[in-house]
């Protein structure tokens, strides 16, 4: 089973939609957790860390239920510029830092 | 300017040649990571380092190697006992000392191994 889970989509949207994608772990030793945004042929960008319950910022809401296991990301209002693919981390805050990452989940939005 | 670099941006070589990929950061950042993506997959862990002159296998260590003798730099040798060479690779920095443990990428290579 892989530490880190996601639908690999892809999410078609309009513009203008809400969209949520989930990401699952199976480590309940988990601390933290990131979601980046990857655009084709890039580097994976930092979007958002959440080390509590969750964390909001602008159109982006990220969530953490613990009971279960599974981070989500809120996107609303989505713009075009949105469509990209969204990594999930999660680690264990050791010494090591070592970063367990999903697959993605593709977005496309569309006019 | 803060950040990461890595070169070069694209790498071709023949199979059965050792290639070397660069990357630096000026970011004073401790540890440091290579990571490797294959199309349609997650980022899979090489090796990474928490100081300097020191360094651990990740998930796929087998037929690469590396250095840690500079904070800034930790290059990548993929080596020709690498089975299937060709991905892009990440490189990535973070600070987890300061209670901060996000991770910050560099551009990548594309390296292209025929």
Known sequence: RKEVEQDPGPFNVPEGATVAFNCTYSNSASQSFFWYRQDCRKEPKLLMSVYSSGNEDGRFTAQLNRASQYISLLIRDSKLSDSATYLCAANLQNNFNKFYFGSGTKLNVKP | DGGITQSPKYLFRKEGQNVTLSCEQNLNHDAMYWYRQDPGQ????????QIVNDFQK?????????SREKK????LTVTSAQKNPTAFYLCAS????LSSYEQYFGPGTRLTVT
Request: aromatic share 16%; no cysteine; glycine share 16%.
């Open chain 2, 94 to 97: 973070s600070n987890p000392g």
């Open chain 2, 58 to 66: 990740g998930d796929i260590a087998e037929g690469y190697s590396v």
């Open chain 2, 42 to 49: 997650g980022l899979r862990l090489i090796y990474y380092s």
């Open chain 2, 72 to 75: 800034e730099s930790f290059p």
